[in-house]
């Protein structure tokens, strides 16, 4: 069951147009399906590897590069959090250094904006006189505006993103080449389902296409560069590459119980490529023990 409390409140890092995030209090892992490159059928949640559009710039970024602004309880902009923090005093994210002169220039800024009686707290306070008060919320339009959601990026869309680079950071390239991984491998999932439906086996006929290949191979070399902790994944994609023995090697440093890395090390010993579902310890139900008894 997932439950949400209130909101967090952040700001896209290239026009700092504030975006409403539902903070999750309790969420369901579990999800009906669940493979071996991370793809999961039914989850409840879908973190999307963390990637963000702005929905105002369209601008794409990895939501931990997006500013923190602050929490709200609704995700309309008449709550009682004073948040409003004027475009000149948000940095950009990239921004690494400040110089005197643009310091000096902000300051400037701030003065004017102070002098126009701009206080944030000032404005939205309840020494405000009883017209305006009323002229406010009397008249029964008050603009409720809400913050914009980000904007879901599709998997359909991943293709052209990779293939025309704008400014995407490495670290943000790493996440939606994860994403088009797995979208890549969807097809093959279809076949496997349909196989299984009919007692079959569809894993010795994955073929990764020379796309896929290429997509892997890049993805391997950042994930080793920016996540080299993952080996699930770095032992996942070698796997499905063929290189089993790297594969088995990579998933020694992992905990005995670990169901993802033994699902992966038991396909590469036993020199299957193909993406598979894993069988977790509380999904494991008589009937697939009988249908699939392991071979010591
Ligand atoms: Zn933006």
């Known amino acids: 069951m997932s439950r949400f409390a209130g909101y967090r409140l952040l700001a896209c890092p290239s026009c700092q147009t504030v975006h409403a995030v539902a903070n999750q209090v309790s969420f369901n892992l579990m999800s009906f399906e669940s493979w071996t490159d991370g793809q999961k059928r039914h989850a409840l949640m879908g973190s999307r590897e963390g990637v963000r559009q702005c929905a105002q710039c369209e601008a794409m970024f990895l939501e931990r590069e997006a500013k ?7 995700c309309q902009r008449d709550d009682e959090v004073p948040y409003q923090i004027p475009d000149f005093l948000l940095r950009p ?8 002169q643009g310091l000096r220039e902000r300051l400037i800024k701030l003065g004017q904006w102070v002098l126009r009686g701009g206080l944030p707290s000032a ?9 305006a008060a009323g002229s406010a919320v009397g008249a029964g339009e008050s603009p409720k505006l809400d913050y914009p959601e980000f904007l879901y990026v599709p998997d359909s869309a991943l293709a052209s993103i ?4 704008t400014h995407q950071s490495d670290p943000l390239m790493l996440a939606l080449r994860k994403l088009y991984w797995r979208y890549l491998n969807d097809p093959y999932r279809d076949k496997a389902r349909r196989f299984k439906a009919h007692g079959m086996d569809a894993t010795v006929g994955f073929f990764p296409t020379e796309l896929q290949t290429q997509n892997m191979r890049a993805l391997l070399q950042l994930t080793y560069h920016y996540q ?11 796997r499905e590459l063929g290189e089993f ?13 670990n169901e993802e890395a033994n699902t992966i090390r038991d396909a590469a010993v036993s020199r299957v490529a193909a993406p598979l579902p894993v069988v977790y310890a509380w999904q494991t139900p008589n009937r697939s023990q009988v249908d699939c008894p392991r071979t010591p």
Do not use: M
Request: negative net charge; proline residues 6%; aromatic residues 8%.
């Open 93 to 100: 994210a990239y921004e690494t250094n400040w110089s005197w």
């Open 123 to 131: 404005a939205a306070g309840p020494a405000q006189s009883s017209e």
């Open 68 to 74: 923190f602004v602050g929490h709200t309880r609704r």
């Open 245 to 257: 023995d790297i594969a088995v090697r990579l998933l020694k440093q992992c905990e005995a119980d």
């Open 228 to 238: 080299p902790e993952d080996v699930v994944t770095l032992a996942e994609l070698h």
């Open 162 to 165: 990779i293939e025309n680079p």
